[in-house]
């Protein structure tokens, strides 16, 4: 019932599932070409030097590779991104105006277990932060991204 809901709350939000299926009371993401896409980039994202936003999902990683969570770009210069390193670390990245702000967590998730992450992004310092279960991961630097296509 829970997935008819969620199904229901994406397709309300104009959010489609493009390819992967319903596991129980989540989206099952295999890693092969496994999307959900929005129709358009919710305007906060045109405004990161100002907008403060959390993202959160339940993660459960499967293996030791990259793969992306979460990616919102506004345009190359404006967009966020949330992905898991070679080792299950999460990596957060906030593009605002063509600067770079990221964090890579020191902490790894453990693979085949479900962990709550956080993804929070504070405008008026610049700050990414990066919460596992709640808890605020220490984390260093996380590098650049590359921007997609939507």
């Known amino acids: 019932m829970i997935h008819k809901r969620l199904f229901l709350w994406f397709s309300l939000l104009g959010f489609s599932p493009a390819f992967g299926q319903f596991s129980g009371n989540a989206l099952d993401l295999d890693g092969a070409n496994d999307m959900v896409v929005t129709p358009t ?28 969570i979460f990616f919102a770009q506004a345009s190359t ?3 966020a991104t949330v992905s898991t390193g070679g080792t299950n670390n ?15 967590t020191n902490a ?20 990414p932060q990066v919460f596992f279960n709640g808890v605020l991961q220490a984390g260093i630097g996380g590098g650049t991204s590359s921007t997609g296509t939507s």
């Open 41 to 68: 980039v919710p305007a906060l994202f045109s405004t990161l030097a100002t907008s403060n936003f959390s993202f959160e999902a339940w993660v459960n990683p499967r293996g030791l590779v990259f793969s992306r």
């Open 77 to 79: 210069t404006n967009f």
């Open 90 to 104: 999460i990596y957060f990245y906030v593009v605002v105006g063509g600067g770079n702000y990221s964090v890579a």
């Open 108 to 127: 790894t998730l453990p693979q085949n277990q479900w962990t709550h992450v956080v993804a929070r992004w504070t405008a008026a310092t610049n700050s």
